[in-house]
């Protein structure tokens, strides 16, 4: 077990294989390389919560729930960054912010994952359905 300093949940204790890696970051915050998912209260959100910066956390949860039709293919330099050898070992989950009065998902910015390995990544594209 490891202990992470959080400024939204105070002190996490959390197992070190829980740790999801970010080789090339996220955009935007590409200096912080490591994650964890922590469920937000009882629902399907989640937050992202980095492990070398109590401030940075995100909001993520499953394009699925926000658009059922939601579908995006897996390039092969994803595949390669991510060490997936299973699709079923694909993980996908977008991050939603709010401005104003309104919630807005980053449908065009996925967070892919691979749930075996704990490697992720975000990966744009042009257009996601």
């Known amino acids: 077990m490891i202990s ?3 400024s939204r949940f105070g002190v996490v204790e959390i197992p070190e294989e829980k ?3 970010f080789p090339e970051g996220i955009p935007g915050f590409q200096q912080i390389k490591r994650y964890i998912l922590m469920d937000y209260k009882d629902t ?3 937050w992202l919560q ?3 910066d109590p401030d940075v956390a995100f909001i993520v949860v ?3 729930l926000i658009n059922p039709d939601f579908n995006v293919s897996v390039d092969e330099q994803t595949k390669t960054l991510l060490e997936l050898r299973d699709e079923d070992d694909l993980a996908v989950l977008v991050i939603i912010r709010r401005e104003g009065d309104q919630v807005i998902a980053n449908m065009q910015c996925p ?3 691979n749930s075996v390995l704990m490697r992720g990544m975000q990966a744009c594209f042009d257009s996601a359905i």
Do not use: G
């Open 4 to 6: 992470i300093k959080t």
């Open 111 to 113: 967070l892919f994952f």
């Open 62 to 64: 499953e394009p699925t």
């Open 19 to 21: 740790i999801i890696d």
């Open 50 to 52: 980095a492990v070398d």
């Open 44 to 46: 399907p959100l989640k």
